[in-house]
Every structure is written in structure tokens, then in C-alpha cells.
């Protein structure tokens, strides 16, 4: 597609719930990020991989969360036990080769957890 | 501990006067920086980059400067307009790492008319 496509846009999940959150990259991105954004503050580090390979997980918070890339194409995040402090916008970005920094984010998902 | 810093949250100028965006950084690793605009309910935009062997970056009315021993960065934006109003975020990355950027918190950029 034209842009990073993310899906759902908005989640609300009950305290204990597990949620999946789905990130389709520009068409052949090699590169492709998760970030979590908190209120009030910039996005941070989750997750990268090239292609199928998840080569850094050092930003995931805890072992509930979890991302895949199966194909090297659409990733997904997975949270499992949600917890309120989960509560974020989490955006997913592509980047056509791995040197590029100029990646382009999708438009997140707004997860609400109650 | 924020290794960028952007200790303006909130910034005004008027349409046609220049907008000076700042931001501050500790992590001497950190050799490429970006700034991203930001519109509400969109994910953030590259906007320009500045490689740390440079002092200065130019693309059409964004300029952004570098100051390595201070290691401090600023985006400037002649002339504003109304239609760069958004959060304007700077950001961070270090050769070698797995392309993860460090960013700041943001600044809300408003242009009046």
C-alpha cells in the first residue's frame, strides 16, 4: 500500500484481557519497527526486525509483551494480561533498507485499557 | 533518565516570523538526528535529518543546526505558517544500534495567523 497501515485504530481491552495488534508495512520495507507512544510523551523503542528477524526486543516492558513477523511482511504485537499501564498509542514504522532513520509511521492504535 | 530532551513543551509565533525549535541530548553515541512533525491522530512525519559530521542541514524553509560540543540541536522553520502547526518531535540514533531512535517529548508548534 501507500503508507504503513495499522489496525485496529482504537482497542479498548479489559484489565487482564490479551490483545493483538496488527502493522502492514510499505510493500517491500525490509525494516520494520514497533514504538510505544504514552501521553504527553514522545514515542519510545519497542521492538525492530529485518525482514522475518527480530533483531532487538530490548524495549519490550515485560515478557506479556510479545511481537512476530512471520513472513518479513506483517507484524503483529501481542499483549497478553493487559494492565493499565499498557494503556498507549503503539505505532508501527517501515524503512526501506536498514541504514535508513527516516522511517514512515503508521497512524497507531490507541489502546485503552479499563 | 531522557536522553533527549525538548524542555519546551509549547511554542507560538506569528505566520511569517521564524520558528526556533530546541533540543538537548546526553548520549554522546548518538551520531544521526531527526525531527518528526506530528498531526493530532496521525503517526509522526520525517521532516529532516542532520548527520553528526555536519553542522547544518538545509531543505527549503527548514533549516536544522547541530552544536556537537553542546550537544544540542535546533530546528528552524522561515517563514511560519499556519499550516506548520503540530508537535514537533526530535529524535536520536547511534551507528551501529538496530536503527531504534530516542526521542524527545515533543513541542506543540503554533503558527497564528
Known amino acids: 500500500g501507500a503508507g504503513v497501515s495499522q489496525s485496529p485504530r482504537y482497542k479498548v481491552a479489559k484489565r487482564g484481557q490479551d490483545v493483538a495488534l496488527r502493522c502492514d508495512p510499505i510493500?517491500?520495507?525490509?525494516?520494520l519497527f514497533w514504538y510505544q507512544q504514552a501521553l504527553g510523551q514522545g514515542p519510545e523503542f519497542l521492538t525492530y526486525f529485518q525482514n522475518e528477524a527480530q533483531l532487538d526486543k530490548s524495549g519490550l516492558p515485560s515478557d506479556r509483551f510479545f511481537a512476530e513477523r512471520p513472513e518479513g511482511s506483517v507484524s503483529t504485537l501481542k499483549i497478553q494480561r493487559t494492565q493499565q499501564e499498557d494503556s498507549a498509542v503503539y505505532l508501527c514504522?517501515?524503512?526501506?533498507?536498514?541504514?535508513?532513520?527516516?522511517?514512515?509511521f503508521g497512524s497507531g492504535t490507541r489502546l485503552t485499557v479499563v | 533518565d531522557q536522553q533527549v530532551k525538548q524542555n519546551s513543551p509549547s511554542l507560538s509565533v506569528q505566520e511569517g516570523r521564524i520558528s526556533i525549535l530546541n533540543c538537548d541530548y546526553t548520549n554522546s553515541m548518538f551520531d544521526y538526528f531527526l525531527w518528526y512533525k506530528k498531526y493530532p491522530a496521525e503517526g509522526p512525519t520525517f521532516l529532516i535529518s542532520?548527520?553528526?559530521?555536519?553542522d547544518k542541514n538545509e531543505d527549503g524553509r527548514f533549516t536544522v543546526f547541530l552544536n556537537k560540543s553542546a550537544k544540542h540541536l535546533s530546528l528552524h522553520i522561515v517563514p511560519s505558517q499556519p499550516g506548520d502547526s503540530a508537535v514537533y518531535f526530535c529524535a536520536a540514533g547511534g551507528s551501529g544500534s538496530a536503527r531504534q531512535l530516542t526521542f524527545g517529548s515533543g513541542t506543540q508548534l503554533t503558527v497564528l495567523p
Open positions: 514504522a517501515s524503512s526501506i533498507t536498514q541504514a535508513n532513520y527516516g522511517y514512515t
Open positions: 542532520i548527520s553528526s559530521i555536519k
Open positions: 510493500s517491500g520495507h525490509v525494516s
